[in-house]
């Protein structure tokens, strides 16, 4: 079953804006990921937050993470037409390192 | 070398037919994941092996049979499979399955169509 859900489901912005998503989900975690899968190939993890972790930041992408709220954010900085693609939160457990994934929101960036 | 491969690309296999999914990885992570994906859909979890052993089996059908060869290796043997059991496979592999930081590096996915 999903654990996180994803808002908004889509997203079109021009290049050179910024893009943000957000996740929200259900249970205590571990840490909290985001993925990227460009059309139906494999995915590539972007960033990882632990659960005492509030923000963290990788080149254009800005994660935060709210556990009072069971919420976190991707920003996306200076788009570019490569951002172009689907975008996953996962929420991990220590146990098993379980992932469970959130339904995506896709971006489309225009030229 | 921080791939993960998978063949084949695309299978296509009747309802009779056996065939087997392949993963390799070569980072010495000891923990490897089988997910399934339909499309427009999230990865859904099937198993997770740990060093060589079956950890994690999520209530999957028995005509999909996992096997860890060995730590590098990581196989999904299919056999009388549906139709709704077209997707997308994606195997992953993480360091273990302890600790608070363990990414999973996904393979580009086998793409399976049940006729």
């Known amino acids: 079953s999903q654990q996180g859900e994803e808002d908004p489901q889509a997203l079109s912005i021009q290049e050179g804006e910024n893009a943000t998503m957000n996740c929200s989900y259900k249970?205590?975690?571990?840490?909290l990921q985001w993925y990227r899968q460009n059309s139906g190939r494999g995915l590539v993890h972007l960033i990882l937050?632990?659960?005492?972790?509030r923000e963290k930041h990788s080149g254009r992408l800005r994660v935060t993470l709210d556990t009072s709220k069971k919420s976190s954010s991707l920003l996306i900085t200076a788009s570019r037409a490569a951002d172009t693609a689907s975008y996953f939160c996962?929420?991990?457990?220590?146990?098993?390192?379980?992932?469970?994934f959130g339904g995506g929101t896709r971006v489309l960036v225009k030229p | 070398d921080t791939e993960v491969t998978q063949t084949p690309k695309h299978l296509v296999m009747g309802m009779t037919n056996k065939k087997s999914l392949k993963c390799e990885q070569h980072m010495g992570h000891r923990a490897m994941y089988w997910y399934k994906q339909k499309a427009k859909k999230p990865p859904e979890l099937m198993f997770v092996y740990s060093y060589e052993k079956l950890s994690i089996n999520e209530s999957v059908p028995s005509r999909f049979s996992p096997e860890c060869p060995n730590s590098s290796l990581l196989n999904l043997h299919l056999h009388a499979l549906q139709p709704e059991d077209s997707a997308l496979y994606l195997c992953?592999?993480?360091?273990?399955?302890?600790?608070?930081?363990?990414?999973?590096?996904f393979g580009p996915g086998t793409r399976l169509t049940v006729l």
């Open positions: 249970t205590s975690i571990n840490n």
């Open positions: 992953a592999s993480s360091q273990d399955l302890g600790g608070a930081k363990n990414e999973q590096f």
């Open positions: 996962a929420t991990g457990k220590a146990a098993g390192n379980k992932l469970t």
């Open positions: 937050i632990r659960s005492n972790e």
